[in-house]
């Protein structure tokens, strides 16, 4: 929702970012504002996922340019686990197994470890048991979540159902989910969407990286972003989402053609 | 210059064999003497032998170490920390000593156990013909030794169709300062019984030692014999053991090793599959940091039809430790239907930690399964960014890696207070508690 005179959260100014020497992220501009949801469009190779890392602190990518303000924070200067404690959240495209590890114990440790940053209680486990479970009806998920694996074995949609959880025991202030409807069936997605909208409020924020726009039927979005070669071309309300789902991205490449033919 | 190094280890250890045989028993004393005859033919490995091209065991050569006294002034409560609860069979050795005080032994009715010079005359029968057959010493010098020095040693039989639900803890205490010891373990399971060992090796002091051991396991028809061996020792000792299994018709071997280093440690086993449709499960994890070296040598033998082996062996080396796996599968010619696999999975936590993997398989017969597989790596990046987006500091994070690596062979430990055990050791090793 979009709030007045609501508080900035996230400013992206000019970033750029490389990887192995080649620029991804060309100049990019973003102000995200408490309440909002944005989604973030684009081909694959647009560069959308690589700002979503660059964001959450991947260490392969180097920032070449521009700044990015968090809550006031200089995001870029922190480590990847300080942005998560300070309050931002990536939900992975792909979340990574953990064989050996308990779910459990995994969602207890890193709540316990943002928990103690805030200077809020931590709970042991007895405690953290109660409070999961109640957070685990949000995404309809089976208590069996809680003793096997970390993603090990979990279906495309227990996967992302489990990024959902995490983000919902975390309260984070932002939260970019990475293409997340990528693998779901119909009923899986709905399932998350309706986690995820009722985690939204009025104090936090979300950013939707996708391709598709079939996921923001579920989650509406505020604003839609398109991105292009490491650019954001084009900013505009849901019913872009709707215009690029019936005229494709085509129609926008010719027009940035046009657009950097004419600024040349 | 080896030559003469070597005999100062073996020259002091061979001095102090007792020439004078006092056993009641001719054939203990003739065993006695056999392996002390195959001692004198045979030299301490260097790497020029092909089963000790990775471990060099020079810095052994010049210790005088002497076998361990026979004394003891521990009590109860200087070993309680390796007491497991679920265990009610405890035979404790100290320095390759029988203790009885420090021993337990539930229900002597319903089983064999106990101290071999306790059954060496009631026994003869058995023992004379399963003491010192499963491991044989005229090729390998360090069970040479054990056996020219044998005396004290856990003896377990199963008799047929027994179970024994609780599992047998035999402990290993090192406390003495430059001493060779020889701790030995029998165990036999009768047709159709089940048991679980425990073999322990601990220290109560970080003090330098020879712990030399042999374990021979014999398993009837249809016996299943689990065992859990911890090796555990003080990081500057010396640990050299061998075990050599014997499975006969449909019978089952589980076995997971533990080694968590020390100096330098070397583990064979040997397992025979020597009759039809026999099983064994391998497990192994080797948990290595700083200048150690640990060597794990396992050689299955599949010997006759219809046998099954599953082997999954790891390694975490830390520092500039230097870890070995040496993984023989032979597949006899007419051992057909044979379905074997093997896994070697190793994690190098520095830069100047080193692993030398070796699957071995020597088939020659046909229609057989055996499928092996060897990684060596790092952790994963991904995996570490993924645990830091979570708020995890990227020592917490490698460390809760680490662990789930060593995790998936914990989890395969029967007795959950010593997995709780072995748990923390990982997590302290790793120097981090995620829990």
Redesign the interface.
């Known amino acids: 929702m979009i709030v007045e005179n609501s508080k900035t959260i996230l400013s992206v100014q000019g970033l750029r970012a490389s990887i192995d020497g080649i620029d991804i992220l060309k100049g990019i501009d973003l102000t995200v504002k408490s309440g909002e949801i944005h989604a973030i469009m684009g081909l694959n190779g647009s560069g959308k996922s690589t700002f979503a890392k660059v964001l959450a602190g991947h260490a392969d990518y180097a920032i070449t340019g521009g700044s990015v303000q968090f809550e006031g924070k200089n995001l870029l200067e922190l480590p990847p686990e300080e942005r998560a404690r300070a309050g931002l959240f990536l939900a992975f495209q792909y979340p990574i197994e953990i064989p050996g590890v308990a779910n459990t114990q995994f969602l207890r440790l890193a709540y316990n470890t943002v928990q103690a940053q805030r200077g809020k209680e931590e709970l042991d486990p007895l405690e953290f048991d109660d409070f999961v479970r109640e957070k685990m009806k949000l995404l309809e998920m089976k208590s069996d979540f809680l003793d096997r694996s970390v993603n090990e074995g979990f279906s495309g949609g227990e996967k992302k159902r489990n990024e959902i959880l995490q983000m919902a025991l975390l309260e984070p202030k932002l939260s970019i989910l990475d293409e997340m409807d990528s693998g779901l069936d119909i009923d899986a997605l709905r399932i998350v969407a309706n986690g995820v909208n009722r985690i939204a409020n009025k104090d936090n924020a979300i950013i939707l990286v996708t391709h598709y726009q079939r996921l923001l039927d579920y989650i509406v979005p505020d604003y839609v972003h398109v991105m292009q070669a490491g650019c954001i071309v084009m900013t505009g309300g849901k019913e872009l989402a709707l215009e690029l789902e019936t005229r494709g991205y085509d129609w926008l490449h010719e027009n940035r053609r046009s657009l950097s033919g004419a600024s040349a | 210059m080896n030559a003469t190094a070597q005999l100062d280890y073996l020259a002091s250890l061979l001095k102090c064999w007792p020439i004078k045989q006092t056993e009641a028993q001719a054939w203990l004393n003739q065993l006695r003497m056999q392996a002390f005859d195959c001692v004198g033919t045979q030299k301490l490995p260097t790497r020029r032998d092909e089963e000790w091209r990775f471990t060099d065991i020079s810095s052994l050569a010049p210790l005088t170490y002497q076998p361990s006294r026979p004394e003891c002034n521990l009590q109860a409560r200087d070993l309680e920390r390796w007491y497991l609860k679920e265990a009610k069979h405890r035979l404790v050795f100290v320095d390759g000593h029988y203790v009885g005080h420090l021993s337990t032994v539930a229900d002597p009715l319903q089983l064999t156990i106990g101290n071999l010079p306790d059954f060496v005359s009631s026994h003869a029968a058995i023992l004379e013909f399963q003491l010192g057959r499963h491991a044989a010493f005229d090729r390998n010098i360090f069970t040479a030794l054990n056996t020219a020095f044998l005396r004290d040693g856990a003896v377990i039989c199963i008799p047929k169709n027994t179970v024994i639900a609780e599992p047998i803890h035999v402990l290993f205490v090192a406390t003495q300062n430059e001493v060779t010891s020889y701790p030995r373990c029998l165990l036999l399971g009768e047709a159709g019984s089940q048991v679980t060992l425990i073999e322990d090796y601990v220290a109560l002091s970080q003090s330098a030692y020879i712990t030399n051991s042999v374990t021979e396991i014999g398993l009837a028809a249809n016996a299943h014999a689990k065992h859990i061996r911890i090796q555990r020792d003080s990081p500057q000792a010396f640990h050299l053991a061998s075990c050599a299994v014997s499975q006969a018709h449909a019978s089952h071997y589980q076995s997971v090793s533990i080694s968590l280093g020390s100096q330098i440690s070397r583990y064979n086993l040997d397992v025979k599959l020597a009759d039809e449709a026999a099983e064994c499960d391998i497990d192994g994890l080797t948990l290595i940091a700083d200048r150690q070296l640990a060597d794990t040598h396992t050689c299955i033998d599949h010997a006759k039809p219809n046998g099954t082996s599953r082997q999954q062996h790891k390694c975490i080396v830390d520092g500039s430790a230097h870890a070995v796996f040496n993984g023989k599968i032979v597949v006899h010619p007419h051992a057909q239907r044979t379905n074997s696999s093997q896994s070697s999975r190793n994690l190098l936590l520095s830069k100047t930690a080193q692993v030398d993997t070796k699957p071995q398989l020597e088939i020659f017969a046909d229609d057989v399964k055996c499928a092996h597989g060897a990684t060596v790596g790092q952790l ?4 570490i ?10 020592v ?2 490698r460390n ?2 680490t ?6 062979i914990l ?1 395969r430990i029967p007795i959950v207070s010593l997995k709780r055990q072995l748990e923390q050791t990982v997590l302290s090793r790793t120097r981090s508690n ?2």
């Open positions: 994963d990046r991904e995996e960014f993924y645990l830091e987006s979570r708020g995890l500091s990227e917490v994070a809760l890696l662990y789930a690596f060593a995790a998936e989890s995620p829990s």
